[in-house]
């Protein structure tokens, strides 16, 4: 494998003229149905004439694209909603007589060819099913598709653990799906009960993974193989992980590109979707590099991770990277805790989730923490109050969604 640190920097992928000015008409149609939708002649023309779609945009979008569906039968969900009004996602049903795009059986080909997914496979799919997420619906047809069994788990129950991980065990799961929080959840439980799962491949999407979650899984599943899928709810997976945290961006079905902040916006080259999805703002940061014909996505993380402390900006990916140079490991799983005392003075909690450290590396984690220049501003002035603790993975802070809660602010 190359190094795709020494590959071509991409500030878009491959741009097809033809598939990019369809879904600009799409989208104009519905969107400005009284104008012409402008002339799409190169990448530069598109950047200049079509703006960024942000989630209020796709909100008004898809609302306005589920007015107009009239009698075509649609899967009716929503992007979490846990934390904000939940994004309107809508999709066509399999009705009888349909055939899957070109795009999806591309990549359920795809799937089957890496053996990512096969037939005989027993998937227990653990995306959670409440509120209303898309993604454990999505997830069951992928599986379908693939030939492979389903075990529709959602979620661990607290009071029937054992008994759901030995049902798991009696039918012989081989292969688990999820969020990394569920997924670290389900380790925790197989150490905790004893019950042995024969797991051989874990896919997982929703956020990133990293190393030290990577290692409690595989403490659990010695030998297992971790996939991850990069994807959004309302529009699917765009990239299928080749290596760790190394995605392989599936270009014949999305065009994507970096705007000028350095975020991914995504658009949807699928003419059959209900909602046309045009360089929408995800929100994350991440590389695209050339590899040959390929492109490689790399470095993905949320492009939201810093909060300000007593006038500080600090990064929560800065403070991951310390604390693993500090024990010479290459990721340490970080929470921020944020608060306000009686006085009035922002306390700032930096918990360190990790299985297996001693004194030693505790205290070099907490020294070269403190020592960052943001946050010794703050001690030298004396206008904050930062405290280092440490715990277990298992302890980690979870949203509804069972997505890892890196900042949590309960400032007044």
């Excluded at 500030?11 to 939708?37: C, M």
């Excluded at 999305?254 to 046309?276: A, D, S």
């Excluded at 929100?283 to 402390?309: E, Y």
């Excluded at 030693?360 to 280092?388: C, F, H, P, R, W």
Aim: proline share 3%; hydrophobic share 40%.
């Amino acid at each position: 494998m190359n190094d795709v640190t020494q590959q071509l920097q991409l500030q878009h992928t491959a741009f097809d003229k033809k598939r990019i000015q369809a879904i600009v008409n799409k989208y104009w149609g519905l969107s400005f149905p009284e104008d012409t939708p402008p002339q799409i002649d190169d990448y530069e023309s598109f950047a200049a004439r079509v703006p960024e779609m942000d989630k209020a945009s796709y909100i008004k979008l898809s609302e306005q694209a589920f007015a107009n569906h009239r009698e075509v039968p649609l899967i009716i969900g929503g992007s979490s909603g846990t934390s904000g009004q939940s994004k309107l996602v809508i999709e066509k049903t399999n009705t009888p007589g349909s055939r899957p795009s070109e795009d999806d059986i591309q990549f359920i080909t795809e799937l089957r060819m890496s053996g990512v997914l096969n037939p005989g496979d027993i998937a227990a799919n653990l995306f959670m099913v409440g509120m209303y997420s898309i993604l454990h619906h999505g997830f069951n047809r992928i599986i379908e598709a693939c030939y492979a069994s389903v075990l529709p788990l959602g979620m661990l129950n607290p009071e029937h653990t054992e008994t759901q991980l030995a049902f798991m065990k009696q039918h012989n799961v081989n292969v688990l799906t999820g969020t990394p929080g569920t997924l670290i959840q389900i380790a925790h439980a197989v150490k905790a009960t004893g019950v042995e799962l024969n797991i051989e491949r874990i896919l997982y999407t929703g956020e990133r993974l990293g190393e030290a979650k990577a290692k409690v899984l595989r403490d659990a599943f010695p030998n297992v193989r971790i996939v991850g899928f990069y994807g959004l709810s309302e529009c699917g997976f765009m990239a299928i992980e080749e290596v760790s945290e190394r995605y392989k961006v599936r270009q014949n079905a999305y065009f994507l590109e970096l705007n000028q902040q350095g975020r991914l916006l995504v658009t949807c080259l699928n003419e059959e979707t209900p909602v046309p999805f045009l360089r929408f703002d995800t929100g994350d940061a991440v590389s695209l590099v050339a590899r040959g014909d390929q492109v490689i996505m790399g470095g993905i993380d949320r492009s939201d991770t810093s909060f300000n402390f007593v006038g500080n900006l600090v990064d929560m990916k800065v403070l991951r990277d310390i604390a693993a140079m500090a024990i010479n490991e290459r990721d340490v799983l970080l929470e921020a805790l944020l608060d306000t005392n009686d006085l009035g003075q922002d306390l700032l909690i930096i918990r360190v989730l990790h299985d297996a450290l001693d004194d030693v590396q505790k205290g070099q984690i907490s020294n070269a923490l403190l020592a960052y220049e943001e946050l010794k501003e703050a001690l030298d002035k004396d206008t904050g109050l930062i405290t280092i603790e440490f715990d277990s993975t298992q302890s980690a802070s979870l949203t509804g969604r069972n997505k890892h809660r890196q900042i949590l602010d309960e400032r007044a």
